[in-house]
């Protein structure tokens, strides 16, 4: 197995050991289906074997396995997008995608859950790395390659969104 | 808020399956890299064709080039022989000094017959010989052309008086 550049013992098997619950878990917080989680998680690791030596240490893996499984979400939306596009004649046969997205919803009774769960694509990433993944704004803005300013706007419309979904639930 | 989001995200974890079925994708996809490895740096046909190409255009440019700069050399070269000719056919004549200090210049040579820029020159007699004069088209310098014991002299000069023409011409031929 390749291995990381500066610490010789580290394999990228040990990586996905370490930090495959957190790729998993931002993927499913993106993307709220988790087929296409799964696709992603396998993407990002395959990315990982291909660049593996380029990785200074862990925390430069974790960093890179953060920026690379956002930029594969985004590229999911972009084809989620190109999927939807069907002649008017074929309407009758569109796929129910809602439902894929509620299969997540439905396994998840929390209502903070749900509500992060309703959050635009772009919120759900930035509330998920603030306050899972303890990142700083300054962190965020490096991995997702957004000014800090954008990450603190997006965080402050995220929580005013999620306040008055939960104020509704409640 | 943050507490309960904290709880309910590390209940998700990644399915066994899933990680098994990843970490096999990451096996083949190493045995893939490392095989490319082996074999080398596949170039694409596009890149080879471009080398290829710009390879023959140096091939074809390189001896033009030379051939072109020799060319030019040659012709630089000829040029220089056909002026040394010039120099050579039209030698410079023999400094003959007139009076005393005198530094004009008279020069007299045995031709073999008389040249036709002579031919209905102006006639004039000096002491029994009889002198065709003529002047240079280009420079104006009098020439001029006698007989004497059956032999042609031709006389160039420098001189553009006729009366100094005739007076230098006059000491040369006592």
Redesign the interface.
């Known amino acids: 197995?390749?291995t990381i550049k500066a610490e010789a013992e580290i394999t990228?098997?040990e990586i996905?050991d370490r930090y495959?619950?957190m790729?998993?878990?931002l993927a499913?917080?993106q993307v709220r289906n988790r087929t296409d989680a799964?696709d992603i998680?396998?993407e990002v690791?395959?990315r990982?074997?291909?660049h593996v030596q380029d990785l200074q240490d862990m925390e430069h893996a974790k960093a890179w396995l953060i920026r690379v499984t956002i930029n594969c979400t985004k590229k999911h939306f972009g084809l989620y997008r190109n999927k939807n596009v069907f002649p008017i004649e074929e309407t009758e046969e569109i796929p129910k995608k809602e439902e894929d997205f509620e299969q997540v919803e439905k396994k998840?009774d929390?209502p903070?859950?749900q509500a992060?769960s309703k959050l635009p694509p772009k919120y759900r990433g930035c509330?998920?790395l603030f306050?899972?993944e303890e990142l700083s704004v300054k962190e965020i803005a490096k991995m997702t390659g957004q000014k800090e300013s954008t990450v603190k706007s997006q965080l402050h419309r995220a929580r005013e969104m999620?306040k008055e979904m939960?104020g509704d639930i409640s | 808020?943050?507490e309960?989001?904290?709880k309910?995200?590390?209940q998700?974890?990644?399915?066994k399956e899933?990680?098994e079925?990843?970490?096999q994708?990451?096996?083949e996809?190493?045995q893939t890299?490392s095989r490319k490895k082996m074999t080398g740096k596949v170039i694409p046909f596009k890149k080879i064709s471009m080398v290829v190409a710009a390879a023959i255009l140096l091939l074809v440019m390189i001896p033009t080039g030379i051939s072109f700069f020799r060319g030019m050399d040659q012709s630089e070269n000829g040029r220089q022989m056909q002026m040394q000719l010039q120099l050579e056919n039209h030698a410079e004549p023999e400094i003959v000094k007139i009076g005393q200090g005198g530094e004009k210049a008279l020069s007299v040579k045995e031709v073999d017959r008389m040249p036709e820029e002579f031919e209905g020159a102006d006639e004039t007699v000096i002491g029994d010989i009889i002198v065709r004069v003529t002047a240079d088209e280009k420079t104006g310098y009098l020439k001029a052309y006698f007989e004497r014991d059956g032999k042609a002299y031709a006389v160039t000069s420098k001189l553009t008086d006729l009366g100094e023409f005739e007076e230098a011409l006059k000491k040369e031929l006592q």
């Open positions: 197995m390749r990228a098997e996905i495959g619950d790729v998993y878990r499913v917080s799964d998680f396998q690791f395959v990982l074997v291909r998840i929390n903070v859950m992060v509330v998920h306050y899972f999620l939960l | 808020m943050k309960q989001y904290q309910e995200v590390s998700i974890h990644v399915p899933l990680l079925k990843t970490k994708a990451m096996k996809e190493e890299l």
